[in-house]
């Protein structure tokens, strides 16, 4: 038995979580039956989600989960790329995750209308009394970080140009192919385009939407992965207690 940990629909988005989005692509691509269930940070050691158990192995991080089965099934999410397109391919990835996803983690957690309309869902099982003391904690600790890795040092107009840089890098690696390798999705389409979509949601008031969508063949490949793989949602409804 696999089981996915994440988190369903929210935000406009298949998940508040490209990472999770990512990973629940990559299984599909492995054309893997999975289970999806709510993640319990606290349950595993780098408090992150995606996590995934496959039996009683646990695998944290959506790298490892692809590395894990390609592993376990003989199967490349890469099939038919040569070496010079697979490191383009994981450069492209750590792109997106690493440094769009700068812009789009700070556009949704650093600026406080978009804070307030999304990621402060995830501090309401909180006790009440406490609860606006843990949100300040954790948005200056984010705050921090942001300052720390230099990104939070610049003005909101470089951060989007920073973002715009790489959205016009994926766009011009697409072209006019349907994937971004050619006619059939890869291990690098499942993360450009969850971060592609989960930019390009207009839930938040953010330029990210309209760097994303002024590409017409970034809203093609949206929708394109969008049908593929999200059609619809399997992710268990949150009780609401
Ligand atoms: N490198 C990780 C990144 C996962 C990640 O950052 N997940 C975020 C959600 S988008 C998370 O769980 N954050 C919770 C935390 O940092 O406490 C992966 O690829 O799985």
């Not at 700068?102 to 978009?114: A, T």
């Not at 402060?120 to 003391?133: I, N």
């Not at 994937?179 to 385009?193: K, N």
Request: proline share 6%; with cysteine.
């Amino acid at each position: 038995m696999i089981t996915l940990y994440g988190w369903g629909p929210m935000f406009g988005c298949p998940s508040p979580s490209p990472y999770v989005m990512k990973t629940e692509i990559q299984l599909q691509m492995f054309g893997l039956e999975f289970k999806r269930a709510m993640a319990d940070l606290d349950a595993v050691s780098k408090h992150k989600a995606p996590y995934l158990k496959d039996g009683d192995l646990l695998i944290q991080d959506s790298n490892f989960i692809r590395a894990h089965f390609e592993d376990k099934l003989g199967k490349s999410l890469n099939t038919g790329l040569t070496p010079e397109e697979e490191a383009d391919a994981w450069a492209l990835e750590r792109m997106a995750e690493g440094h769009l996803m700068q812009c789009l983690g700070y556009d949704r957690w650093m600026i406080p209308e978009n804070f307030n309309k999304g990621p402060v869902m995830f501090f309401m099982a909180a006790p009440e009394p406490q609860r606006s003391a843990i949100i300040k904690d954790t948005l200056e600790h984010v705050a921090a970080n942001y300052q720390g890795n230099g990104f939070g040092r610049h003005t909101a107009s470089e951060r989007h140009q920073l973002a715009d840089w790489d959205i016009r890098a994926i766009a011009t690696r697409l072209g006019d192919k349907p994937f971004l390798f050619g006619d059939e999705p890869t291990a690098a389409d499942a993360s450009v385009s969850a971060v592609l979509i989960s930019a390009a949601t207009d839930f938040f008031d953010t330029p990210l939407v309209k760097l994303v969508t002024q590409h017409e063949n970034l809203n093609g490949y949206m929708k394109r992965m969008s049908e593929l793989y999200f059609a619809e949602s399997l992710w268990p409804v949150p009780e609401i207690a």
